[in-house]
């Protein structure tokens, strides 16, 4: 009995096994990145929202690898998807200030140049607009095409592409802009009825145009809801159809978002303008071949972390290296990242040559916000654990915090680069005021 009893108690005193780290790689696997431009993480459900705007995204997170608290280099489309395709901060690669500023250089080490050296072959069926190869995002890929803003046409060409390209090792780039402005995908609303006569098409921007009451705002975001049950919907389909073609056992598919969308949370509506949680926090799931879900909660960044993620998966010979890869935090060692920068500049007004520029260091519990002008800076600090909604600047009392913060700021330097203006030919400028943006 005293026998057991010792045995027992040593056993109980044996450190407890760790869980096995399971291997996440898929050797050269086929890659496919979609990127839902505009869909904000909390209007997902499987990140909380309410509404059942994305029962596809929801079954599909159960298979994939799910980063709770991803979050986006920038607030708007170029910045953030340069950082996709290249792993850098938009102060590193130069695409910062909105509308004209730069462009991915023919030389650059992006994505789908790496994954073509490496024998892939390359093709994105994308929204255009800010995604035009005007502005580089073509570097590295064998078809580069837009049909317009629609994800239905674009995933139509992407079927074609992908069953030309049978028994082919392949990384697609899948855009739409289908939830960004304008909110034009009515007879998908299954979230509000609304009887009165506001004009959401005319919504937001040049900013005279907001709604006047609660009412006006709800059915603003039911339209903007309405836009990614659609989206949601030609996701299945176009799952279905990679199922129907048997490529979901070596196929590798993320999905994410390059920014998010505002709904007076910070009085206005839209994007580019701020660096709050609304615009930076974005969906990201990643689906590997042979692997269930899992639940990443701690911080990483989105968009610098998807080129190395996705050349660490398959194996990709990379000069680069994977420095920056999100499977790091799958196992849970460590938790998440330290922190995450994030940067935006625009001109408030587009015909002058004054702007402001923006830029946040986020870590688990608090973000710190920099913010330069003509003639001013000013800092704001929040408390996301008491704070999430980020309405009240702690910057004046919060000492400690803002100092830690403001230290690692300044360890990143705070530049905005100076390119020359880039020109928009006339069909791009078309594309670009179709949704709203004032050139």
């Not at 176009?238 to 993320?254: R, Y």
Request: include cysteine.
């Amino acid at each position: 009995m005293i026998a057991s009893i010792i045995i027992a108690y040593i056993i109980l005193l044996q450190p407890l096994a760790s869980p096995p780290v399971r291997d996440y790689h898929c050797k050269d696997c086929n890659v496919i990145l979609v990127s839902l431009d505009t869909l904000r993480a909390d209007h997902v459900g499987c990140y909380g929202y309410e509404r059942d705007t994305t029962p596809f995204m929801d079954e599909f997170a159960e298979d994939s690898i799910l980063y709770e608290q991803a979050i986006s280099s920038s607030s708007w489309t170029r910045p953030a998807h340069a950082s996709i395709f290249t792993g850098l901060d938009p102060s590193e690669h130069g695409i910062l200030l909105y509308p004209r500023s730069g462009r991915i250089e023919n030389d650059s080490v992006t994505l789908a140049g790496v994954l073509r050296d490496n024998g892939y072959s390359t093709a994105s069926f994308n929204g255009g607009g800010f995604m035009n190869p005007s502005n580089g995002f073509d570097v590295g890929f064998d078809v580069y095409e837009s049909y317009g803003r629609n994800f239905k046409n674009n995933i139509k060409a992407s079927k074609e592409w992908i069953r030309d390209k049978r028994g082919e090792r392949f990384f697609l780039f899948l855009h739409g802009f289908d939830i960004h402005r304008p909110y034009n995908l009515f007879k998908y609303n299954r979230f509000i009825n609304y009887s009165g006569d506001y004009d959401v098409l005319k919504s937001c921007r040049p900013w005279d145009n907001f709604p006047s009451d609660d009412d006006e705002l709800d059915y603003l975001v039911s339209q903007y809801d309405a836009g990614i049950y659609y989206v949601d919907l030609m996701m299945r389909d176009f799952m279905e159809f990679l199922d129907e073609e048997g490529l979901m056992n070596n196929t590798v598919v993320i999905l994410t978002s390059d920014h998010g969308e505002e709904f007076f949370e910070h009085g206005s509506c839209d994007h580019v303008d701020t660096l709050y949680d609304e615009l930076i926090h974005v969906p990201l799931m990643l689906r590997i071949p042979g692997y269930g879900g899992a639940r990443v909660g701690g911080l990483v960044p989105a968009s610098t972390s998807i080129m190395p993620t996705i050349l660490d998966i398959v194996n990709a010979s990379s000069p680069l290296g994977f420095n920056g890869s999100l499977l790091r935090f799958v196992n849970g060692r460590p938790a998440g990242a330290v922190h995450v920068l994030s940067e935006t500049a625009y001109r408030p007004n587009p015909m002058h040559k004054t702007r402001q520029s923006w830029k946040s260091l986020r870590t688990s519990s608090h973000k710190l916000i920099y913010v330069e002008g003509v003639n001013f800076t000013r800092y704001e600090l929040y408390d996301l654990i008491a704070d999430p909604g980020e309405q009240e600047d702690i910057s004046l009392t919060d000492k400690g915090s803002f100092s830690r913060l403001n230290d690692l700021m300044r360890e990143h330097g705070f530049s905005v680069p100076e390119p020359e203006d880039t020109d928009l030919d006339d069909e791009t400028v078309s594309q670009l005021r179709y949704l709203g943006y004032v050139l």
